[in-house]
Structure formats: structure tokens, C-alpha cells
């Protein structure tokens, strides 16, 4: 019987632990509890409460191939090796500047 008493004791010692906001250290030190009982009793409560987790829910999906890249690059070689890839449509006087500044 005395035993049955204890381990009510103890689940309500972890019940309040996990209200405290305390770490287990600081609740066994202002509590006067050693910090391996505490733990053990803690871990004990965590492992036998409902998980609070929401249950997975799977849905239908349906595999499809990638399309094929639509945009194409463009790309000017500088006479100094440097390489410029732009996308069709880009202005071509922001391309000429720049192939000019890497020129210099």
C-alpha cells in the first residue's frame, strides 16, 4: 500500500516539474528531491502520457515527368576568356556593356 502512495506522490512531483518551467536541476535543488529520481520519474510520465502528436495523414499523389527546360541561354565569349550567359530577350545593350567593362 505504501508503495502505491509513493508513486502517486512521485507522478504528481513530475506533473509539477513539467509546470514549473524549471529545468530538472533547479526543480530537484528547490524541491529537496535527488535529480535521478526526479529524472526517472519524469521520464516515466513522458513515456506513459497520450502522445499529443497529430496522427499522419497521407494523400494520393501522382508521379509526372519534368518538363523540358523552355528557356534558353545565350552566351558571349570575351576576348579575355570571360563567359556571359544570359536569357534570350535580355537587353542587348546591358550585354554589350558588360562584355565591354569585362574587355578592360
Known amino acids: 500500500m505504501a508503495k502505491q502512495v509513493e508513486k502517486r506522490e512521485w507522478e504528481r512531483v513530475a506533473e509539477a516539474f513539467e509546470a514549473s518551467g524549471?529545468?530538472?536541476?533547479?526543480?530537484?535543488?528547490a524541491h529537496g528531491v535527488r535529480l535521478s529520481t526526479l529524472q526517472s520519474w519524469v521520464y516515466r510520465a513522458r513515456r506513459s502520457a497520450p502522445s499529443r502528436a497529430e496522427a499522419v495523414r497521407l494523400l494520393p499523389v501522382q508521379v509526372a515527368t519534368t518538363p523540358a527546360a523552355t528557356e534558353c541561354l545565350l552566351e558571349v565569349m570575351a576576348a579575355s576568356g570571360a563567359r556571359v550567359r544570359f536569357a534570350v530577350g535580355t537587353d542587348v545593350a546591358y550585354v554589350a556593356r558588360l562584355v565591354a567593362a569585362l574587355g578592360r
Open 22 to 29: 524549471q529545468t530538472q536541476r533547479e526543480f530537484a535543488l
